[in-house]
């Protein structure tokens, strides 16, 4: 399977799910997300669900994790990130992304986790997005021993044939059924 063909299912995938289906998964993601690791006190970048295109539910994260929760917000091509203090910070962007409008940057080399949104993933730990690049630009920065965690309704698939070098690939993916670890 190519990244087009692995796209385009998922958002079919995704957007057949019933309303109650996907707040069932987002709840089972949230709970094996706690099993994996303790995210208490630590630096944790976190994307908010872009309601028309109905993804995971992290606010259930952000609502039962006591961490530090960095948002990102899509600046000239580019993820910039800034500490989460209160749900006044944010306006929806035209890209439809809950983003705050104000608040204290963090350099991407301070943040212990990040939870990435996909579409898909393989076996491999390498990720589908929308195709834009911002997170795989945005990881190239972080710390080596930061930790990058995929989000996914659906389980991985085998193998995605087109991947290359400037796609970094996750290190685990939680999904409603399990934790893989790439």
């Known amino acids: 399977m190519k990244k087009a ?11 057949a799910l019933s309303p109650d289906e996907r ?27 872009i309601e028309r295109l109905q993804e995971i539910n992290t606010w259930k994260i952000i609502e039962h994790v006591n961490a530090q929760f960095i ?22 962007s035209d890209w439809g992304i809950p983003e ?3 608040g204290k940057e963090i350099d991407p080399t301070e943040l ?20 834009a690049g911002f997170y795989d630009n945005f990881l ?19 193998y995605i044939q087109d991947f290359h070098q400037n796609d970094i690939p996750l290190h685990f993916c939680v999904s409603p059924n399990s934790v893989y670890k790439f």
């Open 5 to 15: 063909e692995a796209r385009k299912i998922f958002k079919e995938e995704r957007l």
């Open 140 to 158: 190239k920065s972080c710390s080596p021993e930061c930790t990058f965690i995929g989000l996914s309704y659906f389980e991985p698939v085998e």
């Open 71 to 92: 948002l990102p917000v899509v600046q000239k091509n580019e993820l910039k990130h800034i500490l989460f203090e209160s749900e006044e910070q944010l306006r929806v």
């Open 23 to 49: 707040e069932k998964r987002s709840q089972q993601i949230l709970d094996n997300l706690v099993g994996l690791t303790d995210l208490s006190g630590k630096k944790v970048s976190i994307f908010l669900p």
């Open 100 to 102: 705050p409008q104000y």
């Open 112 to 131: 212990d986790f990040v939870l990435v949104p996909l579409l898909a993933v393989d076996m491999a730990g390498n990720r589908v997005g929308y195709g």
